[in-house]
């Protein structure tokens, strides 16, 4: 017996929802995909990562921009993410309304939907071509880093670690311990 169809969405169509709705949200292989609010640590940690790779970028004069959720990220046209926190360095990847194509870097903090983040889109990132993404595991105080260009598992550091940012090759890191 099989089960029923499950609609797919494309980006328009989501686009076309979400303008009628304050409810996070995001489309995954064509799949709406609803998102819990953050928790404060959550939110805590996202803000102080933007603070600190906004100021890395403006003190060297980078050419890269830093964004922090809610900001869209058009993946291609049936995948539509927010990423908790992200650097685009391809200023015609930015649009006014969305982002169009994959960021540099991707640093999501896990949340009640930890699945999401380790795997539905670790998997998005990946074949979206992502070169850097971060997972901020909250539950086991980890930080897990893919750097998809260099290495096939990631590494990992306690939040007491300093985390070097690959995509600047190590000039910055981050220690989420100091960010709580």
Not at 10 to 33: D, S
Not at 51 to 78: A, Q
Not at 150 to 172: H, M, N, R, S
């Amino acid at each position: 017996m099989a089960g029923a169809a499950v609609e797919k969405y494309t980006a328009e169509q989501y686009y076309a929802l979400t303008g009628e709705t304050n409810e996070p949200m995001e489309l995954h292989n064509g799949e709406i995909v609803y998102l819990a609010a953050p928790s404060i640590r959550h939110h805590n940690i996202t803000t102080e990562v933007f603070s600190r790779l906004r100021e890395f970028i403006k003190f060297k004069g980078g050419d890269c921009k830093p964004f922090h959720s809610p900001v869209d990220v058009r993946i291609d046209d049936y995948t539509v993410v927010q990423p908790d926190v992200f650097v685009v360095c391809d200023k015609n990847k930015i649009d006014e309304k969305y982002i169009n194509g994959a960021p540099d870097l991707v640093i999501e903090v896990t949340s009640a939907n930890r699945a999401n983040d380790l795997v539905d889109k670790l998997g998005i990132y990946f074949a979206a071509g992502v070169r850097e993404y971060w997972i901020v595991d909250t539950e086991y105080n980890k930080v897990l880093v893919y750097n998809f260009e260099q290495q096939k598992f990631p590494l990992i550091y306690d939040f007491t670690d300093d985390a070097p940012v690959g995509i600047y090759g190590g000039e910055l890191s981050i220690k989420i311990s100091e960010l709580l």
